[in-house]
């Protein structure tokens, strides 16, 4: 048997593998505004989605380094799939800081479980009721819900005076949903986040997690019943940030290889050159993209080192300097990466602008991936500069 450092190893692997098959279905993919089956299928026969399921039940329990490593691989073949098994796996992380009897549910005879997760709480407030709650709601945005079998909502819960008292991770599965198709957008068409919606539905209280509070997940709070397992001992803005960051340095790795690959065979306009490749306006504009990519993926990685320290520390992180760095961290390396493509596409002119054209696509996706709330770079920066300045921090330390 693998130990846990192969095991990461081993993953990562079989990620680089898959990055042929996934560039074949790119195109495919963002045409029908889904992952075709065979991409699906190859990602379970591969056990991507196992990444950050426990070991215990079959998973592969990898560190966060190497699940940046595997979503940068897959993002590299194909930019919708990268995000989905970004967003998936990440939600079966929040499943495990469930008790056992919730956890046994989910995975017990399927550690391929595949989730539907979701940050911000429905408008409609659960019901408590004997044994859990009763939910009803709508919720857009749902990446890979097509794949799915369970569904992870946060839902608002209110006390007998009308307050809130909380805000809670729901779990249930996506056989008591339906989806509507509402994903008609820009870019990252692949991933399918259409809008699902339920109705009274219960969800018993072992399945369901409160988020604020001392005995809140974003307070360092976990029901998870194994303290040897350290990945579970994460913090959860840190794990959440660190999920997407890959997704948008494989677009930009990937667009860069693109534009390698062609200059050589482009002439170029208006000006004393003949080839594209000869030109010096075109040499320190790669040159630049090229450190631009190097640069995010050294933030990237010091922040999953962190949040990997974090992790097997087993400590929440007291110094919100730990958590500002690494939030920081991950949103510049998202807007870096994206910038990296902007060059890139000036490069290469309008020849990229072409439907068909890699370099299209590529430069579609890497815009609506920086637009995902927790990927703003103008928020963090905020709260480490206040932190710098020996100021208070102020704003939201969640996302």
């Not at 340095?249 to 667009?255: N, T, V």
């Not at 693109?258 to 490749?277: C, D």
Request: glycine share 8%; with cysteine; proline share 5%.
């Amino acid at each position: 048997m693998l130990d846990a450092t192969e095991q990461s190893r081993e993953l990562v692997a079989r990620a680089e593998k898959l990055v042929p098959l996934l560039r074949e279905n790119a195109e495919r993919a963002d045409s029908e505004r889904r992952l075709p089956d065979e991409v699906v299928n190859a990602l379970i026969e591969s056990e991507i989605f196992r990444a950050w399921v426990p070991r215990r039940y079959g998973g592969h329990e990898i560190d966060p380094v190497s699940h940046f490593e595997m979503t940068t691989h897959l993002s590299r073949g194909c930019s919708s799939t990268g995000w989905t098994v970004a967003m998936m796996t990440t939600t079966s992380w929040m499943a495990c800081q469930l008790p056992d009897k919730g956890m046994d549910e989910i995975f017990g005879d399927d550690p391929d479980a595949r989730f539907v997760g979701l940050f911000t709480p429905s408008e409609e407030p659960a019901k408590k009721v004997d044994g859990g709650y009763l939910i009803s709601g709508s919720k857009p945005f749902a990446t890979g819900c097509l794949w799915a079998n369970w569904a992870e909502i946060p839902m608002a819960v209110m006390g007998d005076d009308g307050q809130l008292e909380n805000v809670y991770w729901m779990f249930f599965p996506m056989s008591e949903t339906t989806i509507e198709d509402t994903w008609h957008v820009m870019g990252m068409r692949g991933t399918a986040s259409q809008t699902v919606h339920f109705k009274d539905v219960f969800v018993p209280e072992h399945r369901t997690i409160a988020m604020l509070g001392p005995q809140g997940a974003m307070g360092g709070y976990t029901r998870n019943e194994h303290p040897e397992e350290a990945l579970y001992r994460g913090q959860i803005s840190m794990i959440a940030r660190e999920c997407f960051v890959g997704s948008v340095l494989g677009i930009a790795k990937h667009a860069l290889e693109v534009v390698l690959k062609k200059l050589p065979k482009r002439s170029i306009q208006y000006g004393p050159y003949t080839k594209q490749a000869e030109a010096v306006p075109t040499q320190l504009q790669v040159a630049e993209a090229a450190n631009m990519i190097d640069t995010a993926e050294l933030h990237a990685r010091r922040a999953a080192e962190d949040t990997w320290k974090v992790a097997q520390s087993g400590v929440y992180p007291t110094d919100p300097m730990v958590r500002i760095r690494c939030g920081h961290d991950s949103t510049f390396a998202i807007r870096t990466a994206k910038e990296a493509v902007d060059r890139l596409m000036y490069v290469t002119g309008a020849s990229s602008i072409a439907q068909g054209n890699p370099l299209e696509r590529l430069f579609r996706d890497a815009a609506v991936g920086t637009l995902h709330g927790i990927a703003r770079v103008d928020a963090t920066t905020e709260l480490l500069g206040s932190a710098l300045c020996g100021q208070e921090p102020h704003g939201s330390m969640i996302f």
